[in-house]
């Protein structure tokens, strides 16, 4: 073994730099690989907080049994280094992939992550006291110097990491290829320590039992990554009981369309994050129920000439919205420029929303909804929020009362609101929280619901500042124009059974997400 006595001075210090590259190249990995999990789990079950809860005290406290565990290990720390990278390079690149597979597959998720979430806490929680063996071989120093590089460097690398995974890796890569990708560099990192400055400490044979193991480790991450577009293709149809026509891995959602042959014709359905948004089949029933109410008497003397759509980025109530000739502009913000470009150039989408998203009075706009609304100044007849679900931490924010306030600060003189707000039957305590969070950010409600046979049964919210009459009228004034909603139907719509009457249940806030825990919980049953 070369001792750092022996070694020139200048091979020392340059040996230690290496060192330290090596240390920061490995501690971003090591973020990478937690940031890969929590959002795996974030797209795949919901709930970020949750999700990053799991993963990161399972990691952290795997950290400190892997740094405990590593201390009979320091005799060896060459070889054990090389063998807990490795092992680290192929879970940590493996770990998307095979979670990916627990879920598609066995339904096995939660388990499966904890698992792996403990594994490669355990050898991260490793690396560091075998590094400041390393490191002391190459040049001594007193603990407490030694200690301050390595971890000034090991924090330094965490940054980056964290960085280059929303920033290079997911709209570059993708969650899959990603962890992949970073495994490879994992590998090469923890070789490249070991081959090249303590090759001398190697016996031959140990060294080239290392050799096959690295290069194994590289061959399987490498097919991994050939066969990642295969794997993630037929993960996902596993999903999904109906052949994928389209699907788009995008920063914020998982976007799929499937579509399948019925007797009523082309079953299309858009699915975000697994989670159903509509059917073509009838999803009308949805579309017509929650914008005509809000389009019948919006403004003053019952204008709707400009309206603001909050969500919707499929185009199909902006499609109803466009039905009325007297809107001179429809402002649709859409959080996902991937839905918008499918809205816009999907043949299937195209045909369902009727070219809306390419109509000269549409402006569409890819933003946060939140964000804009913050910023934007303008008054509209008519504002209707057709958001997702809010049974993920993103969404939740979409169902404050702050972000209603928001809303009615944007609604003219006379002007109407409408907010999908979910089911009454399946979800009471969610749609009630919904009417109750509105109505606390000042506006007046009219709860109602409609049979929607995709979703079973489905509410919304109408509001004013003052209490809205539940009113239509027909596009044009031809009833033959809508294929669900009349006059009757909506009149019935108000009434709720007497096993789903109004519940009396607190607002949602930012501060106080109430909707997130009864939506969770709730459909959680079905």
Not at 2 to 14: D, E, I, L, N, S
Not at 147 to 156: C, L, N, R, S
Not at 205 to 217: Q, S
Not at 471 to 500: H, Q
Request: some cysteine; hydrophobic content about 50%; charged content about 15%.
């Amino acid at each position: 073994m070369v001792t750092a006595a022996a070694q020139p001075a200048g091979r020392r210090t340059t040996a230690r730099a290496a060192l330290l590259a090596v240390v920061f190249v490995c501690a971003a990995c090591g973020l990478v690989y937690e940031l890969a999990l929590v959002s795996l789990g974030s797209f795949l079950i919901g709930n970020t907080a949750t999700q990053a809860s799991i993963v990161l005290s399972v990691m952290v406290f795997a950290m400190g049994i892997g740094s405990l565990a590593a201390k009979p290990l320091q005799r060896h720390a060459t070889v054990a280094f090389a063998v807990i990278e490795l092992a680290l390079a192929l879970l940590g690149g493996l770990s998307v992939m095979a979670l990916y597979w627990a879920f598609a597959y066995l339904e096995f998720y939660t388990p499966a992550l904890v698992v792996v979430a403990f594994v490669l806490g355990l050898l991260i929680g490793a690396e560091i006291p075998l590094l400041m063996v390393l490191l002391q071989r190459i040049r001594r120093q007193d603990a407490g110097s030694a200690v301050a590089d390595i971890f000034a460097v090991d924090y330094i690398g965490a940054l980056v990491g964290g960085l280059c995974f929303p920033f290079l890796l997911l709209p570059w890569f993708g969650q899959l290829r990603g962890a992949i990708i970073v495994g490879l560099v994992n590998a090469v990192a923890g070789c490249f320590l070991v081959f090249v400055l303590f090759r001398r400490a190697l016996r031959p044979l140990v060294a080239t039992l290392l050799g096959v193991a690295a290069c194994a480790v590289a061959a399987v991450l490498v097919a991994a990554l050939v066969l990642s577009g295969r794997f993630e293709v037929t993960a996902r149809q596993a999903l999904f009981r109906d052949p994928i026509v389209a699907a788009e891995r995008t920063p914020y959602q998982d976007i799929v369309i499937t579509e399948r042959g019925t007797p009523a014709g082309p079953d299309t359905r858009l699915f975000l994050n697994g989670d159903l948004q509509f059917s073509s089949i009838d999803e009308y029933r949805y579309h017509e129920s929650l914008v005509h109410p809000a389009m019948s008497g919006g403004g003053g003397a019952g204008r709707a000439e400009s309206v603001l759509i909050l969500g919707g980025g499929d185009g199909l109530a902006l499609r109803e919205v466009l039905r009325y000739r007297e809107v001179r502009q429809a402002t649709l913000v859409e959080l996902d420029p991937e839905m918008i470009s499918l809205a816009r150039h999907d043949p299937r989408l195209r045909a369902l929303n009727r070219g809306s998203m390419t109509d000269p009075r549409a402006n569409i706009v890819a933003a946060d909804a939140f964000s804009w609304l913050r910023k934007n100044r303008q008054h509209y007849d008519v504002i209707i929020i057709d958001m997702p679900d809010p049974d993920e931490t993103a969404t939740a924010k979409l169902y404050s009362v702050e972000f209603y306030s928001l809303a009615r600060a944007h609604l003219a003189d006379g002007g109407r609101l409408v907010v999908q707000a979910g089911s009454p039957y399946f979800a009471p305590r969610s749609y009630w929280c919904i009417d109750a969070t509105v109505r606390a950010a000042g506006l007046r409600t009219v709860p109602y619901h409609v049979d929607v046979p995709s979703f079973g049964d489905w509410g919304f919210v109408l509001a004013g500042r003052g209490t809205p009459a539940l009113t239509m009228r027909y596009p044009g004034g031809d009833p033959a124009s809508l294929r669900f909603l009349t006059p009757d139907e909506l009149a019935a719509a108000a009434v709720f059974p007497k096993d789903r009457g109004r519940l009396d249940v607190p607002a949602s806030t930012l501060m106080d997400p109430r909707i997130l825990r009864y939506a969770q919980s709730e459909w959680a049953l079905y």
